[in-house]
């Protein structure tokens, strides 16, 4: 079946630290997502990608590095530069061009000791 | 800029009563609009869209939802809840998905 793996489902990281999470699709879509989701404020875009090796920050992208050498990969570096990292973090794709639907992946709960 | 308003935080209704959840969008332009739900721990799954045509649309799990641009309202609608219903829903407003916007949730409760 065709989706989205997020991975790890669950990561601690201590502070300093940088963590990295990954996500993976075999949908063949083009573009990519990042959000982050915090209690009672929605999700906010991180980071995305339309096509490979290229990127565009989102509304909070500090703290935060992507890269996209393949197109059926899109992984998030969550740096020490990142002051509130406890979240909850999931990735999306895109079919481009055609409508404008998200298909998101299970998500990721990072949280920092 | 677009923006998306959930009014309301948390709703509790009765197994097999109705259920309305409000949303309400600012974008300049005609919008494309969603609503998803996510389980607890889990991704968002579509339920509806809405880009043009006929403004009441279907979707799945028996929902519902009604275009009122008068309004700029894009209300989400089930004649009957079911227990499996209780989770988190949220309105998404976005022309290009460069620029989605998400409402904050609305967190249903269904009472036995």
């Known amino acids: 079946d065709g989706g989205i793996t997020q991975s790890p489902k669950y990561l601690f990281r201590k502070e300093g630290q940088n963590v990295t999470l990954s996500c993976e699709q075999n949908l063949n879509h083009d573009a990519m997502y990042w959000y982050r989701q915090d209690p009672g404020q929605g999700l906010r875009l991180i980071y995305y990608s339309q096509i490979v090796n290229d990127f565009q920050k989102g509304d909070i992208a500090e703290g935060y590095s992507v890269s996209r050498e393949k197109k059926e990969s899109f992984p998030l570096t969550v740096t020490s530069a990142q002051k509130n990292p406890t979240a909850f973090y999931l990735c999306a794709s895109r079919d481009t061009p055609g409508a404008n639907v998200l298909t998101f992946g299970a998500g990721s709960r990072l949280t920092v000791l | 800029a677009q923006s998306v308003t959930q009014p309301d935080i948390h709703i509790t209704v009765s197994e097999g009563a109705s259920l309305e959840l409000r949303c309400n969008y600012s974008?300049?332009?005609?919008?494309?609009l969603f609503w998803y739900v996510q389980s607890p721990g889990q991704g968002l799954q579509l339920l509806l869209k809405?880009?043009?045509?006929?403004?009441l649309v279907q979707g799945i799990k028996g929902f519902e939802a009604e275009f009122k641009r008068s309004q700029s309202s894009f209300n989400l609608r089930k004649p009957s809840v079911h227990w499996s219903d209780a989770a988190e829903y949220f309105c998404a407003v976005g022309a290009t998905n460069n620029d989605m916007r998400f409402g904050a949730g609305t967190r249903l409760t269904v009472k036995p």
């Open positions: 809405y880009f043009s045509g006929d403004t």
């Open positions: 974008y300049g332009a005609t919008p494309y």
